[in-house]
């Protein structure tokens, strides 16, 4: 990848067009970046969750705010303004997609 090239959020179950993956994508580009460490570190915080180490675990990024239940998962916009609405995803999905994130950028940073 050419140094001014961003990577495009996939994994495996992706569904273009829907609103819930479309938001996950969103965060993964806007609040995680290529930050391997944070992504990581988010996964680890979301799997605890779903495996009920914690009953929830909350986090205001840049652009979105986590709220993650172990099966669901609300994306909100941290500024009103910006006119999103909140959007519900499946906790199992952020985690699939966060583990191929995670890969994606760690191989490109090889």
């Known amino acids: ?3 001014g090239d961003f990577p ?3 994994w495996p179950g ?8 479309d ?6 580009v806007m609040d995680i970046q290529r930050a391997a460490d944070w ?3 988010v996964l680890s915080h979301v799997r605890d969750v779903q495996k009920g180490g ?8 840049n652009a979105y705010m986590l709220s993650v239940g172990p099966q669901t998962t609300d994306i909100a916009p941290v500024y009103e303004e910006a006119g999103e609405v909140t959007v519900s995803v499946q ?3 952020l ?8 890969q994606q950028i760690t191989q490109q940073s090889d």
């Open 1 to 3: 990848m050419a140094g």
């Open 8 to 10: 495009v959020p996939d």
């Open 14 to 21: 992706k569904v273009a067009g829907n609103a819930g993956h």
């Open 23 to 28: 938001r996950i994508a969103a965060c993964l």
């Open 39 to 41: 992504a990581h570190s």
């Open 54 to 61: 914690a009953d929830h675990w909350e986090m205001a990024m």
């Open 91 to 93: 906790t199992s999905e």
């Open 95 to 102: 985690c699939v997609a966060l583990q191929a994130w995670c």
